[in-house]
Each structure stands twice: as structure tokens, then as C-alpha cells.
């Protein structure tokens, strides 16, 4: 398979919350034009997205929805269930845990974790919250796939060493910090100010 860059991931996740919807509304087939039309791109980069992967539906009769959601969903991994951590339990923290997409994606969320005293041994939300302290050993044995990063800025950088010290390779961040990992590692940052800066500077300069 070719290198996939980061931008046809994203649209691969776009075509397949397209694709959910339609199979919700009965549609059988849809063409890379339709595909195209809904995510305001173009037939061609459809077409060649999907190319990466493998051949897709049939010339002139297009795509069966069914079958090419099943296709990139085993392309982005979610035919099948990813064990999660969450460290950090304060409200980004807490508002994760209560998320319900990930379930349906996935991702199970399996254990809790935070370094208030107060917390520790709490039960939020029907997990039992544990000790960061245990953080790598916990991560082992419970074998811990993807961990989601809700600590503060200045702890970001500690905890996520801990958690590439326990071999997770796959870490989402959600810490307005400049985390560093090794390059075996993949981190996904979200900085919920800067995505908002984004669009204060979209009002003041493009409207």
C-alpha cells in the first residue's frame, strides 16, 4: 500500500460517517459524484482515496454503501475493539468518560486513572479511579491499546512518558502542551483554544 497521507485519513473518516447515514436511510449504492457532492470535494479525489486501498465498486454502477462502509471501516480499525485508558478525571476528563461515540466506534474505555488523593478510589461514572502512581503497571496488565491524555499542561509531559514506558503506542492528547514522543509512538494532540482561535481569526479577517 501507497504512504496515506493525514488529509485522506480524515476524508476516509468523513466518507464513512456519510456512508452510516445512508445505510440508516436505506440506500443501497451511491457514486464517487454523490460521495463527492455531500463532503464538497471532487469525484476524482474520491476516487483516488479509495484507490489507495484497493479497488471499489463498479464502473457506471458506483458503490455499494453496505459493503464500501464495511471496507474502510476495517481500513481505520473499527471493525474490531481497542481497550482505552483515561488519566486525567477533571471535567475534559470526565466529559470523555461520558462520551457514547467511542463505544460505538470501538474504543472501550477500561480504566480510569488521576493523582488527586480525593479521587482515588472513587467510583465516576462506573469506573473505579486509580493511582497514577500505577499507571505503567496497570497499563501492562490490563494490555491498554490507545490512552487518553486530560492532565494538566504542566504533568502532560510525566504522565505520557509513563505511558510509552508501559509500550502503549498510541496516545490522544488533550493537554495544551508541546508533548514529545519517540517515533515508534503516534500522538494526536487537540487544543481546544487554539481550534477556537482558529475561528475568532475566521470572524475578524474572512467575513
Known amino acids: 500500500m501507497k504512504k496515506v497521507s493525514e488529509s485522506t485519513v480524515r476524508r476516509l473518516s468523513r466518507y464513512y460517517r456519510v456512508l452510516q447515514v445512508m445505510e440508516k436511510e436505506g440506500e443501497a449504492t451511491i457514486s464517487s459524484r454523490e460521495l463527492?457532492?455531500?463532503?464538497?470535494?471532487?469525484?476524482?479525489?474520491?476516487?483516488?482515496?479509495?484507490s489507495l486501498f484497493g479497488s471499489f465498486g463498479t464502473r457506471g454502477l458506483?458503490?455499494?454503501?453496505?459493503?464500501?462502509?464495511?471496507?474502510?471501516?476495517?481500513?481505520?480499525?473499527?471493525?474490531?475493539?481497542?481497550?482505552?485508558?483515561?488519566?486525567?478525571?477533571?471535567?475534559?476528563?470526565?466529559?470523555?468518560?461520558?462520551?457514547?461515540?467511542?463505544?460505538?466506534?470501538?474504543?472501550?474505555?477500561?480504566l480510569l486513572f488521576d493523582s488527586d488523593q480525593r479521587k482515588i478510589g472513587k467510583n465516576h461514572k462506573g469506573f473505579l479511579i486509580k493511582d497514577v502512581g500505577d499507571l505503567v503497571r496497570d497499563l501492562k496488565e490490563n494490555q491498554i491499546e490507545l490512552v487518553i491524555i486530560a492532565v494538566p499542561a504542566d504533568q502532560a509531559q510525566k504522565v505520557v512518558d509513563q505511558v510509552?514506558?508501559?509500550?502503549?503506542?498510541?496516545?490522544?492528547?488533550?493537554?495544551?502542551?508541546?508533548?514529545?514522543?519517540?517515533?515508534?509512538?503516534?500522538?494526536?494532540?487537540?487544543?481546544m483554544a487554539m481550534e477556537i482561535e482558529h475561528l475568532s481569526f475566521a470572524l475578524v479577517n474572512l467575513i
Open 164 to 191: 510509552v514506558k508501559a509500550g502503549v503506542k498510541s496516545i490522544l492528547n488533550f493537554a495544551p502542551a508541546n508533548i514529545k514522543v519517540p517515533d515508534h509512538v503516534f500522538l494526536r494532540t487537540v487544543n
Open 62 to 110: 458506483g458503490y455499494g454503501v453496505k459493503e464500501l462502509k464495511e471496507r474502510i471501516a476495517q481500513i481505520l480499525g473499527l471493525n474490531r475493539t481497542w481497550r482505552v485508558a483515561l488519566i486525567g478525571v477533571g471535567n475534559v476528563g470526565s466529559a470523555l468518560v461520558s462520551y457514547k461515540e467511542f463505544a460505538k466506534q470501538g474504543f472501550l474505555i477500561k
Open 36 to 50: 463527492a457532492q455531500r463532503e464538497k470535494l471532487t469525484p476524482a479525489q474520491v476516487r483516488k482515496d479509495l
